[in-house]
């Protein structure tokens, strides 16, 4: 369905693009690993802001419940993400155990964050259980996407043991759902949110438009 590039290829080619436009605002892409629309998303906001914070929120904190507890709603997520993964040209391939809440791993995404090395972390994640179809709670494959970011093992395991962790990105959440987001992943730019991995292109436009007009609070305005 699509080629996989390298993270460190993507990278090289990157840094390598002449007199590549700088942000005019700095943007934030608001992430949970467990959801194919991170994966989704996740390569093309590594791409196309230069300038982003990546910070973990948790899915079933912003639904107040699990989104996808029903039969039927589970198989809606699925069709839409095999819809946006067509049309985009990207491969998806289901984890074995989906839906989940990749709690551990999204653990270590805290960590990952702090150390600003989210975004090859996430990125490494993604494809490995949304093109691989492993679980991301195994510490095996856990250990692989931290090591593709550059994370040392023994804090590996600290952060995954610590459900202090889960408060943080619970709290983020919330804030989220606050200020009028519906889903994730976001991107907020400036006061603005961008719900969902569809309205990355808006985003992205936000990001460099002068004449782009700031908007807060509005449910997905973003």
């Given at each position: 369905m699509g080629d996989v590039i390298p993270l460190n290829q993507r990278r090289t080619t990157r840094v390598a693009v002449p007199d590549r436009p700088r942000a005019r605002r700095r943007a934030t892409f608001f992430f949970d690993i467990a959801s194919p629309f991170t994966y989704l998303a996740a390569e093309r906001v590594d791409r196309l802001f230069p300038d982003v914070t990546w910070r973990p929120a948790?899915?079933?904190?912003?639904?107040?419940?699990?989104?996808?507890?029903?039969?039927?709603?589970?198989?809606?997520?699925?069709?839409?993400?095999?819809?946006?993964?067509?049309?985009?040209?990207?491969?998806l391939v289901w984890p074995d155990v989906f839906p989940s809440t990749a709690r551990v791993a999204m653990r270590v995404?805290?960590?990952?964050?702090?150390?600003?090395?989210?975004?090859?972390?996430?990125?490494?994640?993604?494809?490995?259980?949304?093109?691989?179809?492993?679980?991301?709670?195994?510490?095996?494959?856990?250990?692989?996407?931290?090591?593709?970011?550059?994370?040392?093992l023994p804090e590996v395991l600290g952060a995954a043991a610590d459900p202090s962790r889960d408060g943080l990105m619970e709290g983020t959440a919330l804030r989220l759902l606050a200020q009028g987001a519906d889903r994730l992943p976001v991107l907020r730019v400036g006061r603005t949110l961008f719900c969902g991995e569809h309205r990355i292109a808006e985003a992205a436009a936000a990001v460099r438009h002068p004449g782009f007009r700031d908007r807060s609070r509005l449910p997905n305005a973003g």
């Open positions: 948790l899915t079933e904190a912003l639904h107040v419940g699990d989104p996808v507890a029903a039969d039927d709603d589970l198989e809606r997520v699925r069709q839409a993400a095999e819809e946006r993964a067509a049309m985009l040209h990207m491969p995404a805290t960590l990952a964050a702090a150390e600003g090395r989210a975004a090859p972390f996430v990125l490494a994640a993604c494809r490995l259980a949304f093109c691989g179809g492993f679980d991301l709670d195994d510490p095996e494959v856990l250990a692989e996407a931290a090591a593709a970011a550059g994370l040392g």
